[in-house]
């Protein structure tokens, strides 16, 4: 079990340009989220997938944003357009399906200039 | 108001001390109530989890939950000075979808030698 895994670690990046984002999730996990995190604040909620199916989105998900899980292991998210206000760090985290706690990557570090 | 809040420090105590971490939640729906401890540009790393009120103990750390006043506290015994990080609480619920955590913006931590 080597942990969630999250690639890039750092990424910077133009406004305007288009990033991606992939999460490992730790093997055999069905479950995976993402979510954002900035500057002194606690991690939000974006997305959530169990398998291949995305089966929540949080409302700060605009659509500018797409995640996908296509076969039900590794997970993307892309963000079209970037603007500076979505600098921040991208979390992935998994879960067990029989289970309640989320384990955490590295995280994605998003820098928008 | 947030549904989980959360003091930002930070917190200094002496190495040895005892920490109390605390947090505050308004949604009564909240059923499960995690601890994370997040270094400096990495991920939340869980410590703990608890269902439902009353404590729960590991090693050094003890989580305690009172639902009749929507409290969540850690407890931290002999703190180190490796313990100096941000702890961030957070409450799930269980959905028939996912289960989303709700994070506090976390207190920072810092035990002194």
């Known amino acids: 079990d080597t942990g969630v895994s999250q690639n890039p670690r750092h990424k910077i990046t133009k406004r305007g340009q288009n990033v991606t984002f992939r999460c490992d999730p730790i093997?055999?996990?069905?479950?995976l989220y993402w979510y954002r995190q900035t500057l002194g604040q606690g991690p939000e909620f974006l997305t959530y997938?169990?398998?291949?199916?995305?089966?929540?989105k949080s409302r700060l998900l605009s659509d500018r944003f797409s995640a996908e899980r296509p076969k039900g292991s590794f997970s993307t998210l892309e963000i079209q357009r970037t603007e500076q206000g979505d600098s921040a760090m991208y979390l992935c985290?998994?879960?067990?399906?029989?289970?309640?706690?989320?384990?955490f990557g590295p995280g994605t570090r998003l820098t928008v200039t | 108001q947030k549904e989980v809040e959360q003091d930002p420090g930070p917190l200094s105590v002496p190495e040895g001390a005892i920490v109390s971490l605390n947090c505050t939640y308004s949604?009564?729906?909240?059923?499960?109530f995690m601890w994370y401890r997040q270094y400096s540009r990495k991920g939340p790393e869980l410590l703990m989890y608890?269902?439902?009120?009353g404590n729960k103990e590991d090693g050094r750390f003890t989580a305690q939950v009172d639902k009749s006043s929507k409290y969540i506290s850690l407890f931290i015994r002999d703190s180190q000075p490796s313990d100096s990080a941000t702890y961030l609480c957070?409450?799930?619920?269980?959905?028939?979808?996912?289960?989303?955590?709700?994070f506090g913006t976390g207190t920072q931590l810092k035990v002194e030698l």
């Open positions: 957070a409450s799930l619920i269980l959905t028939g979808g996912g289960n989303k955590l709700t």
């Open positions: 949604n009564s729906a909240f059923q499960y």
């Open positions: 608890t269902y439902s009120s």
């Open positions: 093997s055999e996990h069905n479950r």
């Open positions: 985290a998994s879960s067990p399906l029989r289970g309640y706690e989320q384990y």
């Open positions: 997938f169990q398998n291949e199916a995305q089966l929540e």
